[in-house]
């Protein structure tokens, strides 16, 4: 697979924002840009597979691929979150 320069930023940031989202909504805080960008690339992968089975079709576009890869970044840190036993993230 081959892949331009514009795409990998495409990705690198629907990574960093999604990542970023899940961990406001799951944490109240990020990650760290490098966190951030690991949780949203793996979350896009879970929410690309996830949601069509699931039977949501959100459309297409940039913010599609925002919104899918943010649930699938949430639903990463929740199933994080549930084998770390409850509130593993939450920063004292």
Known sequence: MKMSG??????????????????QL????????IGDLLIGIVGALIGSWLLPRLGIHLG??????????????VVLLLV?????????YRRY
Do not use: H, K, N
């Open 26 to 33: 799951v944490q109240g805080a990020g990650f760290g840009l």
């Open 60 to 73: 297409t576009g940039f913010v599609r691929e925002i919104v899918s890869a943010t649930i699938g970044a």
């Open 80 to 88: 994080i979150r549930l084998l770390r036993g409850g509130m593993a």
């Open 6 to 23: 514009e795409s990998l930023l495409i990705v690198i940031l629907v990574g960093v924002i999604a990542g970023w989202l899940a961990g």
